[in-house]
Antibody, heavy 123, light 107 residues
Framework: QVQLVQSGAEVKNPGSSVKVSCKASGGTFSSYTISWVRQAPGQGLEWVGRIIPIAARANYAQKFQGRVTITADISTTTAYMELSSLTSEDTAVYYC????????????????WGQGTLVTVSS | EIVLTQSPGTLSLSPGERATLSCRASQSVSSYLAWYQQKPGQAPRLLIYGASNRATGIPDRFSGSGSGTDFTLTISGLEPEDFAVYYCQQYGGSPETFGQGTKVEIK
């Protein structure tokens, strides 16, 4: 059974960067895809990007292009999301989640999810 | 990007009642739709994928239906632990997108 455990809460100054980790256990890390989804306070869910660890290939939501970098370390079964040029609008809980795809086509649904990491951007 | 609109925003019901939640897509997503439950301070939990397939361990009081642009999540008899926010998510188009959520609250 796959479990995802994320790093702890962060407080960052505007203009800085944050790097959040997501350690996977169970299953075969190199065989699945990890996505990052964020949730601003009191708001809905927003997909940020994903990575296929075995291919070291990531793709990102257009909104975050140029500002987000998602990486993975197969040796430690850990995925990372780094977001730069932070503003107060980046204050949110960031979740990692395993992507599951149907063999008949379409994209991914997400299961399971990490517990979330609160990133607060404030001066 | 495909926009998902959930209705109603809030559903006020009593335990034991039936809950019917709607999710409408701005264009067809075939059956590529999932539903999640989120309780305060917790991560979302997968309930339904492929519009109507229950995830592992999900009670059979939860059921999903629909295809194309109109989808429904039904909870046949609300248990106290079912009061939460529910999100739909489409994966028929890129990027994956979520609805804004429906809160099911105790009446």
């Amino acid at each position: 059974q796959v479990q995802l455990v994320q790093s702890g809460a962060e407080v960052k100054n505007p203009g800085s960067s944050v790097k959040v980790s997501c350690k996977a256990s169970g299953g075969t890390f190199s065989s699945y895809t990890i996505s990052w989804v964020r949730q601003a306070p009191g708001q809905g869910l927003e997909w940020v990007g994903r990575i296929i660890p075995i291919a070291a290939r990531a793709n990102y939501a257009q909104k975050f292009q140029g500002r987000v970098t998602i990486t993975a370390d197969i040796s430690t079964t850990t995925a990372y999301m780094e977001l730069s040029s932070l503003t107060s609008e980046d204050t949110a809980v960031y979740y990692c989640a395993r992507c599951i795809a149907t063999p008949t086509g379409g994209g991914n649904w997400f299961d399971p999810w990490g517990q979330g990491t609160l990133v607060t951007v404030s001066s | 990007e495909i926009v998902l609109t959930q209705s109603p925003g809030t559903l006020s019901l009593s335990p034991g009642e039936r809950a019917t939640l709607s999710c409408r897509a701005s264009q067809s997503v075939s059956s590529y739709l999932a539903w999640y439950q989120q309780k305060p301070g917790q991560a979302p939990r997968l309930l339904i994928y492929g519009a109507s397939n229950r995830a592992t361990g999900i009670p059979d009081r939860f059921s999903g239906s629909g295809s194309g642009t109109d989808f429904t999540l039904t909870i046949s008899g609300l248990e106290p632990e079912d009061f939460a926010v529910y999100y739909c998510q489409q994966y028929g188009g890129s990027p994956e997108t979520f609805g804004q959520g429906t809160k099911v609250e105790i009446k």
